[in-house]
């Protein structure tokens, strides 16, 4: 029997549903959550992505702001931007949109938000919360959305063989920290493999709950995967087909055909994985606003 598909739509959907609840209530007390994006150079994915989490903000009632800054913007315009926002009491998040422009470092921009507003989860202090299972930091989104989908689809996760395919800083090593933490939703036994790893498939085979965040279209095919596993592909790529109108079409990096044949259950691409982050990103930003208020 196919896999039963967990539908990130439709998970994204109670969460922002869930948010918005919880922005009311916010506002009620006089506090309106409020998130800034910042935005630099002109990347055509990254507009849509800044433009889908601004909707998502209105929709939840929350108060959203988009910077969008020049390519040419210098490292210190940059940090200034940040310094404003990190001073400005109606922004309870901030989020720099990456990739940056080349010129731009990256690890100095994150390291001059302010701990309590990175909703992103990149800041080095956020990161070290994570690992030792502080709840009061932020995790980064697309992890999160991973064990919320795991937990909302009634995934038992104490004691499996997690494994991981990929080691990012974005999404492999927080869901180490994630899914090997003592507490609910996670308590799995964790594996995280790479480009050295010795045999893939070895490790890929072991996997209860297997989770694949590569950026390699289609490199997890069903031999890889154990009969009854839970896969969750964490993969967004754009690759080439004729066939469709726009001439492309997104996989992920998981064989979808063939794993679902092996899975017991399975997250498509698109509308798996991706629709989390988003919603995860609302939930993030609320609860900054929350602890901003001392709750
Ligand atoms: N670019 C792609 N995904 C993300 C994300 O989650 N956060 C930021 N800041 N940039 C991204």
Redesign the pocket.
Known sequence: MPAELIDGNVIARSIRDEVALDVAKLVARGIQPGLAVVLVGDDPA?EV?VRNKGRACDEAGMHSVTINMPATTTQQELLAQVKHLNDDPAIHGI????PLPKHLDADVVIRSILPAKDV?G?HPVNVGKNLIGDRDGFV???PAGVQEMLARSGTVTKGKECVIVGRSN?VGKPMMALMVQNGANANATVTVCHSATRDLKEHTLRADILIVAAGKPKMVTGDMVRKGAVVIDVGINRIEDPSTKSGFRLVGDVDFASARERASKITPVPGGVGPM?IAMLLKNTVRAAEQSAGR
Do not use: A, E, K
Not at 95 to 98: A, C, G, R, S, T
């Open positions: 990254s992505y989020l720099v949109q990456m992103d990149f980064p989104c697309t974005i982050t």
